[in-house]
């Protein structure tokens, strides 16, 4: 069998060291016509996606002879659409797109692209998304009436389906990103975040809880995937929740909540935001911006609630001989830094995202050889395995986006879209909290079990139109329907990443699901925050946006004290409610709901601070009498 065989281990690697090469050189030289580079990098993709998850992974002899030989067929077919393309790129471009008959090879080649792009997606990310697909495509052929010529032409033939938007994004985006991502938690820099983490707050209440919390956040930087964050740095932090006494499914759902954050984390983030920039036709640099402050809201709420949690409960952080001391990390390891400022400082320049990446990439070696700490660790061998498992890893990026092309590809020629903004509309009765909270749960609902990137195109494409007909801005529209293609890896019942965190803690779904809502609550409320208030998306004066912070900074903070039960003091259930309440109405933008929230805070602080005081006096009173 050719997977037992020295070559069968060995040319997966040189494949994706050949695909690594070809998208360095579009860097270089400028990319080719559209049907030659995502062609190209779709053809990549696929071959590797069959050698590198074959049909049968483990079976008996006949079976794996069979399943190999289904692998190869699934090649060939790979090979022979693209290779059409290609021979037939003249005929391609000038035919009329719906108007000309199909070719006989061109329905057999069209058909074929969208069975293996169906089989790719189910090896790759699971059967949610293919499924997805075929009830697109179901809906199209026996409800919208579309003829089957009219399909095969939009999923093969034109950049409106297979070969669209998300293909290109994976080809242009985010091959490079995932590769410098590789290469940076491999040259030692997912150990300078860890040790910076346990530094900074390992030491306060609830510290591990903490670091979970902001090693996740830098973890998804560089990973922009959920799940990856979770195990990777949630084998660390895990049990270190559990040895200082936080309960498993709180355990878990620290982990789970802040790695989902590392989706919105700018600078790099998850795929979707790169998909994001190409539908709002602006720069990722203009993502990164809109994205910044929700951002730090989410992972400040996260943060407050872990201490709150911490002090109610009465957990201690961890002993001083245990952690790293911050000046000896900085001294280190602080230089690994600089690729990610790297990044920043070319898309601040003006360069385009692809380019970014490429000055990152080319930056982390030299990086890790300014010191003997972590200079050591740099060698051919680690370079080619990061270039190889990156590559690996952006496989299942490239499959969801070529099935989501056809999703995609049936809401277009369909008008689907048109009629679910119809709908929406409709049923809301022209209410916008109504459409937000109905568009909330349609996305948690289209999310579950899809990645993010797969989750978000769907949803761009049905809800985002209803939104922006309702007077939301482009911005904002985008943005609440991508938190909530983020929110639903972590709401029950279907919760990629709750799962992942839960099987380390050892929580129950339920358990582990209702503690990562409450952790979650203020990222389920943010995406409302910035349609109601832009200036949080950093849209109008800047003395708006100033006061837009300061508020919402307080509003969450409140909600996590009213979620956790503990503020000056633990709090009693009249408290919390008074928090709760103070929280909504910062959280709205407006003058009005802005004194209402200080007023109510103002109760609580009076409140507190009369039982502190009694339980002062009585302290004293009984050591007096002693």
Avoid at 376 to 397: C, F, H, M, P, Y
Avoid at 567 to 584: D, G, K, T
């Amino acid at each position: 069998m050719l997977g037992d065989s020295k070559l069968g281990i060995w040319t997966p690697g040189v494949i994706a060291l050949a695909m690594f090469g070809f998208h360095f050189w579009v860097v270089a030289t400028g990319a080719p016509e559209v049907f030659h580079f995502r062609g190209t990098h779709l053809l990549f993709s696929l071959v590797l996606i069959f050698l590198w998850h074959p049909l049968f992974a483990k079976a008996a002899k006949g079976k794996a002879i069979l399943g190999g030989i289904v692998d190869c067929l699934f090649i060939a077919m790979s090979f022979g659409v693209i290779a059409y393309l290609f021979v037939e790129h003249d005929h391609v471009l000038t035919r009329f797109a719906y108007v000309d008959d199909l070719r006989p090879i061109e329905l057999f080649f069209g058909i074929g692209i969208i069975l293996v792009s169906l089989e790719a997606a189910r090896r790759t990310v699971g059967l949610a998304l293919p499924i997805t697909a075929l009830l697109f495509l179901f809906y199209g052929y026996f409800i919208a009436g579309l003829r089957p010529g009219e399909l095969i032409d939009q999923m093969y033939l034109t950049t409106e389906g297979i070969f669209g938007i998300p293909l290109n994004v994976s080809a242009t985006y985010m091959v490079l990103f995932i590769v410098f991502g590789s290469l940076v938690e491999r040259s030692g820099t997912g150990k300078l975040f860890m040790d910076f983490a346990m530094a900074l707050a390992g030491g306060t209440a609830g510290g591990p809880a903490k670091v979970a919390c902001m090693t996740s956040a830098m973890f998804g930087t560089i990973s922009g995937s959920s799940t990856a964050n979770v195990m990777t740095t949630g084998t660390f932090t895990i049990p270190l929740m559990r040895r200082i006494g936080y309960r498993p499914a709180f355990a878990g759902a620290v982990e789970a909540v802040a790695s989902t954050g590392g989706q919105i984390m700018p600078p790099i983030m998850g795929a979707a935001a790169f998909v994001m920039a190409e539908f709002m036709a602006v720069s990722y640099l203009t993502v990164i911006g809109i994205a910044i402050l929700p951002a730090l809201l989410y992972f400040l709420a996260v943060f407050v609630a872990v201490h709150f949690e911490a002090k109610r409960v009465g957990l201690k952080g961890l002993p001083k001989p245990d952690l790293p001391e911050m000046g000896k990390v900085l001294r280190e390891r602080g230089h690994q830094f600089l690729p990610l400022a790297v990044i920043m400082g070319v898309l601040i320049y003006g360069y385009s995202a692809p380019y970014a990446a490429t000055a990152g990439l080319l930056s982390v070696i030299p990086v890790a050889m300014l010191r003997k700490t972590t200079r050591a660790t740099i060698t051919v061998k680690l370079v080619i395995e990061a270039l190889i498992v990156g590559i690996r890893n952006s496989l299942q990026v490239a499959a969801a986006c070529a099935c989501s092309g056809i999703v995609i590809g049936v809401i277009a020629l369909s008008g689907v879209g048109i009629e679910f903004t119809s709908f929406v509309i409709n049923l809301s009765k022209d209410t916008l909290l109504l459409a937000l909270i109905l568009t909330a749960v349609a996305g948690i609902i289209l999310g579950m079990g899809l990645p993010t990137t797969p989750a978000y195109i769907v949803q761009v494409a049905l809800l985002v139109p209803a939104l922006i007909k309702l007077g939301v801005p482009l911005e904002s529209a985008h943005m609440f329907v991508f938190y909530f293609a983020i929110l639903s890896a972590i709401t029950p019942p279907v919760a990629i990443t709750l799962y992942a965190a839960n099987g380390l803690s050892g929580a129950g779904l339920w358990e582990g699901g209702v503690a990562a809502m409450k952790l979650a609550a203020t990222g389920y409320i943010i995406p409302f925050m910035f349609v109601y208030g832009p200036s949080l998306l950093l849209i109008g004066e800047p003395v708006t946006i100033a006061i837009a912070c300061v508020t919402s900074v307080i509003g969450v903070c409140c909600l996590a004290a009213g979620l956790h039960g503990y503020f000056l003091r633990r709090a009693n259930i009249v408290e919390r409610l008074l928090l709760v309440a103070a929280a909504l109405a910062l959280i709205r933008p407006g003058l009005t709901t802005d004194l209402v929230g200080a007023a109510l805070i103002g109760i609580v602080v009076a409140l507190e601070l009369v039982i502190l005081k009694r339980d002062d006096e009585g302290v004293a009173i009984v050591g007096k009498s002693r």
